[in-house]
C-alpha cells in the first residue's frame, strides 16, 4: 500500500501539472477547430476594448449625476439598495428598476465610492458583451465572423459612450447579449434549460431598464420556434416554460416593491401613483411610444410641459400645448429627431449607430438568400432570423416612437449590427467565386464608405483628411473583390497557396479599413472626452445634416448634453431666437459640472430649462465656456468631491445632518444629486423626483415632515418647481417652495439661496 501511495502521488502530480499546462495551452491556442491565430486575436480584440473602455474613465467624474447619487444612497443604505433610491434615507427612487445600480453599488461597497469605482463595472460589462458576441458568433460561423462581429460592437461610438458612463443601457446591452448566447445554445441543442436561462436573462434586462428588454424577445421566440432542434410542440412548451423564467427573474423583485407598505419604502419615481406597474406600463411604457408619457399634469405630459416652457420664455421652436416642434418635422425632434424609417440616419443618432446599419441590412439580405433553400434547422437561416429579428424589431420601435427617445438607447441596436455584418461579410467571402457574393460584398463596402463619407461631413472640421483614406480604401478595396474570384475546391476561404492568400489579405485589409476607420475615430474621440449630464452623445460635434438619409437632422450636437440652439446660452438656460434648449450652458465645467436639465426621464428639473453640455467647458459650437466651473441652471453641478458644490455649502449640509432625516431638501432630483454628491452623501429629499412633477410629497406632507423636524434646510434649485403636476396647474414643488418662502428667511451660502426649516420667521 506504502510502494502504491509513493508511486500514485508524483504520478497524480504530474497528471494535474499536465492538465494545468493543457489549460493553459487551450487559453492561448484556442478550440481545437479554429485556426492558430484566432484565440491571440480574441485576446487582443478585448485587451484593446478594455484600454478603450478605461483608459482616463475618471475624465467624467460622477458622469450622469442622477444615477450616481442613487448608487451613493446604496452603498449607505440596504434599503436605498434594494430598491434604487436617489438618497439614504430612502425618499424617492430612480425611475428605472434597479439592477444596473446594484452592481456599481456592490464595486463601492468593496472599494469606497468614488468615480472610479462607479465606471468600472460599466466598462467591464462592456468588454464581457464583446467576449459574449464572439462566443456566440463562433459557435456556427467560425472565429473569424466572431472578431468582426466583436470589434464592431466594441468601436460602435454609442457602445464606447455608454461603457463608460453609469446609465442603465450598459448592463442592458451585456444581459440583451448573453441572452443572445443562450438562446443560440438552445437552438442548436433543443435543451430546456439553455431556454429557461434566455428566460431568466431577460427576466434581469427588466430589472435593468424595464420593457425595452424585451424588444429582442419576439426575434428570440421565433428564431428557436421556427429552427429549434425539438419537435414542434415541444418548442411550445419550451417558450412557455422561458416565459415563466422570465415572470420569475423579473416578478420577484415587483412582488417586493408592491407588498412592501407605501410607508416603509421610498415613493417609485416617475410614476403617477406611487406603484412599479403604472410607472412599466405608463411612462417608461406605452408613454414612450405614443408621446403621452402620462405623467402629472395629464395631456402632453413631460414634453407637453417643456413645449410650454419654451413658448412662455419667447421661444418659437416649440408650440404651447405640445411637443416642442423643429428639425426634421413630426415627432419628439426635440430628444431623438423626427420619427420616420430615416430616425436612426438624421444627426441625431447617425453617427452614435448608423456607421454600419446600411451594411448590416444587405448582410441580413444576403443571409436570407443563403438559405433561402435551406432545411428547417439551417444555422444561418437561424442566424438571420435572431440577429435580424432584434435589429429590425429594435430599430423600428426606436424610429417610431414618438415619446422620450434618446441617442444613446441605440447601444441596444450594436450586437445585433455586430453579428450581422460578421456572419454575413464570411459567409458572402467564403464563396465570392459566385459573382452575386462578390457583387454583395463590394456593394456592401461601397455603400459603407458612401454613408461614412457623409456621416463624416457632418463634422467637416474634424480630421478631414479621414474621409479620402477610407473612401480611397472602400474603393480599392471593392475593386479587388470584384476582380479576384476565389478559387473551387479551396480552403473554405477560398485560397489553396501562400500567393493566393497573400492577394486575399489585400481586399480583407482594405475593407476593414473602410468599414471601421470611421467608428473607430469616433470612439477614440468620445473615450478621450469627458462626459456628463444626463443626455451623452458620442464623437465630435456635428451639425444638421441637409444630405443623405434623414434630411435636416431636428436634433442637437453630437457631443453635447443637450438640444442644441442657434442662440447663446443666458441665465433662463434657454435660446432666445430659436425656441430651442441651448445646448451649453454658461458654466459648464469640471467633470460632473454643467448637468444636462433633459435628463434621462426627458424633461428639465422643475422650474429650470434644459441646459448643459456632456463636453465640459465647450459650448455647442465648439468654443470654450466662459465660466467654467459656475453653476449651470439644472443642478448644481458636481464631479468627484462635489464639483461646484461650494465647500461652505457642503459644510453646512454636513455639518447640519445629524438628528435629521434629510439633511436638506431640493425641487427635482438632479438638484437633489448634487448636492449628496457635494456633501460626502448626506440624504437630501428631492421633490418632485426627476422633473420635480411627481406627487411626492405633498404640501400637506411636507409640512408635517417640517414640523417633526425630519428636514434641517430647503434649498432652492432656481425656479418655482413642478409646473404642471396635480393641484390646479401648479405642482407641489412650486406650492412647496412658495410655502417655505412665506415661512422661513433665505439666506445666501456659496452662492445658494438656503431656509433653516427649524427657524421660521414668527
Do not use: C
Amino acid at each position: 500500500m506504502n510502494a502504491i501511495s509513493t508511486q500514485s502521488r508524483p504520478a497524480r502530480r504530474h497528471a494535474r501539472d499536465g492538465g494545468q499546462r493543457g489549460w493553459a495551452a487551450r487559453l492561448v491556442r484556442g478550440r481545437p477547430g479554429d485556426p492558430a491565430w484566432a484565440r491571440p486575436a480574441l485576446i487582443g480584440l478585448l485587451l484593446a476594448t478594455a484600454v478603450l473602455y478605461l483608459a482616463g474613465l475618471s475624465r467624467s467624474g460622477y458622469a450622469n449625476e442622477f444615477y450616481a447619487a442613487a448608487v451613493q444612497a446604496g452603498t449607505k443604505s440596504w434599503k436605498a439598495f434594494l430598491f434604487g433610491s436617489l438618497d439614504s434615507s430612502n425618499f424617492i427612487t430612480v425611475d428605472k428598476t434597479p439592477a444596473s445600480l446594484w452592481v456599481m453599488e456592490l464595486s463601492g461597497r468593496l472599494f469606497g465610492f468614488s468615480s472610479w469605482s462607479l465606471l468600472i463595472p460599466q466598462a467591464l460589462e462592456g468588454v464581457a458583451a464583446v467576449g459574449v458576441l464572439y462566443a456566440t458568433v463562433r459557435r456556427w460561423f467560425g472565429a473569424p465572423a466572431a472578431l468582426i462581429a466583436g470589434a464592431v460592437l466594441a468601436i460602435t461610438p454609442v457602445a464606447t459612450l455608454m461603457f463608460r458612463f453609469d446609465n442603465p443601457d450598459a448592463l442592458l446591452a451585456l444581459v440583451m447579449t448573453l441572452a443572445g448566447y443562450t438562446i443560440t445554445r438552445a437552438i442548436e441543442s433543443g435543451r430546456t434549460r439553455w431556454v429557461l436561462l434566455t428566460g431568466a436573462l431577460l427576466g434581469l434586462g427588466y430589472l435593468t431598464k424595464m420593457l425595452q428588454a424585451f424588444l429582442v424577445l419576439p426575434a428570440f421566440a421565433l428564431a428557436y420556434l421556427w429552427a429549434g432542434q425539438a419537435a414542434l410542440g415541444k418548442r411550445i412548451w419550451q417558450l412557455l416554460a422561458g416565459a415563466g423564467a422570465l415572470i420569475v427573474a423579473a416578478g420577484w423583485w415587483v412582488v417586493i416593491d408592491l407588498l412592501t407598505p407605501a410607508a416603509s419604502r421610498p415613493y417609485v419615481g416617475g410614476s403617477t401613483d406611487n406603484n412599479i406597474l403604472q410607472l412599466t406600463f405608463g411612462y417608461n411604457g406605452l408613454g414612450r411610444l405614443d408621446g403621452t408619457e402620462n405623467n402629472p399634469g395629464g395631456g402632453g405630459g413631460a414634453l407637453r410641459r417643456l413645449g410650454d416652457e419654451v413658448a412662455r420664455l419667447g421661444g418659437t421652436g416649440a408650440r404651447a400645448g405640445g411637443p416642442p416642434s423643429g428639425g426634421g418635422g413630426g415627432g419628439n425632434s426635440l430628444f431623438g429627431g423626427a420619427t420616420g424609417i430615416t430616425r436612426l440616419f438624421q444627426s441625431d443618432m447617425g453617427s452614435q449607430i448608423s456607421w454600419l446599419l446600411p451594411a448590416a441590412l444587405i448582410m441580413l439580405a444576403a443571409l436570407v438568400w443563403l438559405s433561402w433553400r435551406a432545411p428547417r434547422t439551417d444555422r444561418t437561416r437561424a442566424a438571420a432570423l435572431l440577429w435580424g429579428g432584434w435589429l429590425l424589431l429594435t430599430g423600428l420601435v426606436f424610429s417610431y416612437m414618438s415619446g422620450i427617445i434618446h441617442p444613446y438607447y441605440t447601444v441596444a441596436l450594436a450586437p445585433a449590427i455586430g453579428a450581422l455584418v460578421g456572419i454575413g461579410a464570411v459567409a458572402l467571402w467564403r464563396i465570392r467565386e459566385r459573382w452575386p457574393a462578390r457583387l454583395l460584398l463590394a456593394g456592401a463596402l461601397l455603400v459603407t464608405v458612401g454613408w461614412t463619407w457623409v456621416l463624416l461631413g457632418r463634422s467637416p472640421d474634424w480630421m478631414p483628411w479621414l474621409r479620402v483614406v477610407i473612401a480611397l480604401a472602400g474603393a480599392a478595396g471593392a475593386g479587388l473583390i470584384l476582380a479576384h474570384p476565389g478559387q473551387r475546391g479551396a480552403s473554405p476561404w477560398g485560397v489553396r497557396t501562400r500567393g493566393a492568400a497573400a492577394l486575399a489579405i489585400a481586399p480583407v485589409s482594405l475593407a476593414l479599413i473602410a468599414g471601421l476607420a470611421g467608428p473607430l475615430a469616433y470612439s477614440i474621440d468620445t473615450a478621450a472626452t469627458p462626459h456628463t449630464g444626463s443626455i451623452p452623445t458620442a464623437g465630435p460635434t456635428v451639425t444638421s445634416a441637409s444630405g443623405g438619409p434623414g434630411g435636416t437632422g431636428g436634433g442637437f450636437p453630437s457631443g453635447s448634453g443637450a438640444p442644441s440652439g442657434s442662440g447663446t446660452s443666458s441665465g433662463s438656460g434657454l435660446t432666445g431666437g430659436s425656441g430651442r434648449p441651448s445646448g451649453s450652458q454658461s458654466g459648464t465645467g469640471a467633470p460632473g459640472a454643467g448637468k444636462s436639465g433633459t435628463g434621462e426621464s426627458g424633461t428639465a428639473p422643475s422650474g429650470t430649462a434644459p441646459s448643459g453640455t456632456s463636453r465640459p467647458g465647450t459650448s455647442s459650437s465648439g468654443t470654450s465656456s466662459p465660466e467654467i466651473g459656475s453653476r449651470g441652471t439644472s443642478g448644481f453641478g458636481g464631479g468627484p468631491g462635489g464639483g461646484s458644490v461650494s465647500s461652505a455649502l457642503s459644510k453646512l449640509l454636513e455639518s447640519g445632518a445629524s438628528g435629521y432625516r434629510w439633511a436638506a431638501a431640493t425641487v427635482g432630483s438632479t438638484s437633489a444629486a448634487s448636492l449628496e454628491l457635494g456633501s460626502n452623501g448626506v440624504p437630501v429629499m428631492a421633490i418632485g423626483g426627476f422633473s420635480g412633477s411627481d406627487p411626492a410629497p405633498t404640501l400637506a406632507e411636507f409640512k408635517k415632515l417640517v414640523a417633526e423636524h425630519e428636514i434641517h434646510y430647503f434649498v432652492s434649485s432656481g425656479g418655482a418647481g413642478g409646473a404642471g403636476g396635480p393641484g390646479g396647474g401648479t405642482g407641489y414643488g412650486s406650492q412647496i417652495t412658495t410655502w417655505v418662502k412665506q415661512h422661513f428667511t433665505a439666506r445666501t451660502v456659496g452662492g445658494m439661496t438656503v431656509y433653516d426649516l427649524t427657524s421660521s420667521k414668527s
